[in-house]
Structure formats: structure tokens, C-alpha cells
């Protein structure tokens, strides 16, 4: 009797499961996250919606294999002032409409703020998206408070709504003299989020819970974006659901040179590499798309089974 046969050579240890309003979702199950910006200012044309565009959004979404939907009420880059009260506005009603219609979607909220967070929970969501890296210490208390997950995230300690302007991460010191100095980006987010996690964890939110996102482009060049892609099993060692927000950011356009309409391609080949290494949760604004994309990247992996396999059996 032969051996038993070993894991294949090659493929990445697959990345920690991720646990939201009680559900678990393991390799086998990719997670998209719809993006819906109830913003009129958002960075991709066709993701700007008013309140009737995105309850359709949302129901797309839905229909095209989104798991989770994560809404935000303001622009992350640049742009008008937006208030407390004027987020919620935006953000709070469409929550509640989400939980209402589409019951079996989970919900996200895309804030940094911890007043937006508590409305939010209040209104029923099961995901806190803490895009600005715990620049209101008090959000994640709110996710801990309330049961909901969160995410943590990395910007090189830029404050909300900046852009990065000759950012750099040097190697420490103490780096091994054979060191990767591209390295120098990636041990900061995993020294940023590492702490951050622990503190969600600290005060009571579920491990598995705690996702941890290396937020391309925020506090980044493109080189340290593109990096950071290529060097995502170092993330899922964290042993947290790690997250990848990779849909038509400018990385993708300045590597290509192309605009946010025609950077699809560009997201998905990068999705498709995150999907391998071990990502669990993809953001997306182009949900069929991506859920086709890591559907696929699973069964490679031998994560999933294929859907029907039909050929050369009958």
C-alpha cells in the first residue's frame, strides 16, 4: 500500500474563518462584501448612490452573491465636510431598510467615527469597518458593547480623509541584514494591526470576529500597495479573517494607467492573488465579478468542490 498522500506542494495555509451574527464562513466560502456608498462623491462614477439607488444597489448585490454589504456616508479620500449627524442621516436609515428587505445579508457600516458606529448598531449591524485605524478609540468599544464584529485597519497613522504624501516605511534597525527592504511597509501594518486586534479581543469581541485589513492605498504609495498583495499569507498568520479592499483602488490604475472605470481586470488579478494566499473577505464593488473570482480561486486551492463535474464521466 502506498503513502498517504501529501498536502499539495504549493498551495498557502488557508486563512482563519470568520464569525458574524453567528455564522461562520470558512474556506469554503469566500465572503464578498458589496461596497454601497450612500455618498454623491465617491472615487468610482457609478458607485455614487442616492437613497433609491442604493436600496437597489443593496438588491443587486444580494442577487449577484454578496454575503455582506458594507455601507458608508462619506467619501474616504478628500472632499466636502460631512458631520455627525449628516452620516447618520445618510448611513442609519439604509441599515435599518437592509434588515428589513434583505434578512439574510449581513450588514456593515463603514465609519471611524463611534457616535456613527452606535446609531448603527442600534439599527441593527453586525460589522463595524473602522477604515481610519481606531481614530476614535471609542468605536471599537462599541463593537464589543454590542456583539458586532470589527475591522482594523492600517493607514501610517494618517487622520481621516488625508491622502498619503511621500510616505515611507523604513526597515528597523534591528532588520536582518539579508531583509527585503519592501518589508519595511509590511511589518508596520503588522505591528499596527496585531495591536489593534488585540484590543478588540481585550475587550470582548470574538477572535474570529476581529477582522484585519492592511488598507491598500491608505498611508501608502503604490509600491507599498502592490507589496502588501504579494505578501498576504504574513497577514493571514495573524491568525485573524483578513479582509482585502482591493476594488479599483489607484494602485491598480497607476500600475495599469487607467481610470477607476477600467481598473476591473486590474482588481481582480489582485483579488485573485489575496483569494490564494489565504484572504477570507473581499470588498468589491463589482460583486459577480469577484464572487466568480474567489469561487474559482477555492476550488484551485481545494477549498470547495466545483459547482457540477460532469466531464469525462458520462
Do not use: Q
Not at 516605511?169 to 532588520?175: E, F, H, R, S
Not at 484585519?212 to 497577514?235: E, I, N, Q
Request: proline share 8%.
Amino acid at each position: 500500500m502506498g503513502a498517504e498522500p501529501a498536502e499539495p506542494a504549493g498551495v498557502p495555509a488557508p486563512g482563519a474563518p470568520l464569525l458574524l451574527r453567528g455564522r461562520w464562513f470558512g474556506p469554503g466560502r469566500p465572503v464578498v462584501m458589496a461596497v454601497v456608498n450612500r455618498t454623491p462623491d465617491s472615487f468610482y462614477a457609478a458607485a455614487r448612490y442616492d437613497d433609491a439607488g442604493a436600496d437597489a444597489a443593496v438588491a443587486r448585490a444580494e442577487e449577484e452573491g454578496a454575503d455582506l454589504v458594507d455601507l458608508g456616508g462619506v467619501r474616504a479620500g478628500r472632499g466636502p465636510a460631512v458631520d455627525v449627524a449628516e452620516e447618520i442621516a445618510r448611513v442609519v436609515p439604509l441599515v435599518e431598510r437592509v434588515r428589513r428587505r434583505h434578512p439574510d445579508l449581513l450588514v456593515s457600516v463603514d465609519t471611524w467615527r463611534a457616535e456613527v458606529a452606535r446609531a448603527a448598531a442600534d439599527a441593527g449591524a453586525d460589522l463595524l469597518n473602522d477604515t481610519w485605524a481606531g481614530h476614535d478609540p471609542a468605536l471599537v468599544e462599541v463593537a464589543a458593547e454590542r456583539g458586532l464584529g470589527v475591522v482594523c485597519s492600517h493607514t501610517g497613522g494618517l487622520p481621516p480623509r488625508t491622502d498619503p504624501l511621500r510616505v515611507s516605511y523604513p526597515l528597523p534597525d534591528d532588520a536582518p541584514a539579508d531583509a527585503d527592504p519592501r518589508d519595511g511597509v509590511l511589518l508596520d501594518v503588522l505591528a499596527t494591526l496585531r495591536a489593534a486586534a488585540a484590543r478588540a479581543v481585550d475587550l470582548g469581541v470574538h477572535p474570529a470576529s476581529v477582522l484585519v485589513d492592511p488598507t491598500h492605498d491608505f498611508g501608502k504609495s503604490t509600491w507599498h500597495s502592490l507589496h502588501l498583495v504579494r505578501r498576504t499569507a504574513a497577514l493571514t498568520a495573524l491568525g485573524h479573517p483578513v479582509l482585502v479592499a482591493l476594488s479599483r483602488k489607484d494602485f491598480v490604475g497607476e500600475t495599469l494607467d487607467l481610470p477607476p472605470a477600467d481598473r476591473l481586470e486590474g482588481t481582480l488579478a489582485a483579488t485573485s492573488l489575496a483569494a490564494w494566499l489565504g484572504a477570507r473577505v473581499f470588498r468589491a464593488h463589482d460583486v459577480r465579478a469577484t464572487r466568480r473570482t474567489v469561487d474559482m480561486v477555492a476550488a484551485l486551492r481545494g477549498d470547495a468542490p466545483p459547482a457540477r463535474a460532469m466531464r469525462g464521466l458520462a
